[in-house]
């Protein structure tokens, strides 16, 4: 069936570090790809999406590209924040049976020391 | 725009009790999805509505786990009786539509089962 696979984590980093986050999948025909971002006492909120092959999404200075050949959508940012400091999941969707499936990794805690 | 809202935020039972989670959609959102998120771990789907609908129920432990969605408006998810791996946050999200990308998560519940 569909997976995702995270690099795991936690992972700290300093203010200003390059952020750099992996996930792979595993489905069969083409995905919509997204990482979702779960911020301390929140839920889940969409940061980025890509629906089709060398798609880049991107969104507060992170991005990804949907990368079909190696099965990859890796978040980067060039300069992370203290307010980056969050949980972040990558998924999948596909639509099946007339509704549409979101599929998560296990997600990166990630923490952004001053 | 208000967001999802779920209650309780925390839960404490003993195995055996029984326990209901209540969520709010965002106004005017047709689909609703109950998720359940164990520690370390994705979300996993457990139920998707439609309006007041079933579209996907598959993930569901029907032998203790129930939902409903009265009005197409208001869910609530219960477990009876609880088991201890059944401790995890339990997250709702609601979208506009069945076939769209952005799903709208509240802050979930967090159900500890001793």
């Known amino acids: 069936g569909d997976s995702v696979t995270q690099m795991e984590g936690p992972v700290t980093l300093s203010e200003e570090a390059f952020l750099t986050i992996n996930c792979t999948y595993t489905?069969?025909?083409?995905?919509?790809l997204f990482w979702y971002v779960q911020y301390p006492g929140e839920g889940l909120q969409l940061l980025l999406k890509?629906?089709?092959?060398?798609d880049k999404g991107s969104n507060k200075g992170f991005e990804a590209t949907y990368r079909k050949e190696t099965t990859s959508f890796h978040l980067e940012k060039g300069s992370v924040q203290v307010s980056d400091s969050a949980v972040y999941f990558c998924?999948?969707?596909?639509?099946?049976?007339?509704?549409?499936?979101?599929?998560f990794g296990k997600g990166m805690k990630l923490t952004v020391n001053p | 725009e208000a967001g999802v809202a779920q209650s309780p935020r925390y839960k404490i039972i003993e195995k055996r009790q029984s326990v209901a989670f209540w969520c709010n959609p965002i106004?005017?959102?047709?689909?609703l999805y109950w998720y359940q998120q164990i520690l370390g771990q994705g979300p996993k789907l457990l139920i998707q509505?439609?309006?007041?609908?079933?579209?996907?129920d598959s993930q569901l432990p029907k032998d203790r786990f129930s939902a409903e969605r009265l009005k197409g408006v208001d869910s609530t998810l219960k477990i009876q009786p609880a088991k201890l791996e059944d401790s995890a946050v339990y997250l709702c999200?609601?979208?506009?539509?069945?076939?769209?990308?952005?799903?709208?998560f509240g802050p979930g519940t967090r159900l500890t089962v001793t």
């Open positions: 999200a609601s979208s506009l539509a069945r076939l769209t990308y952005e799903q709208y």
């Open positions: 106004s005017g959102h047709a689909t």
């Open positions: 489905a069969t025909g083409y995905p919509s």
């Open positions: 890509a629906t089709k092959a060398d």
């Open positions: 998924a999948l969707s596909r639509t099946q049976g007339g509704s549409e499936k979101l599929v």
């Open positions: 509505f439609q309006n007041n609908g079933v579209v996907d």
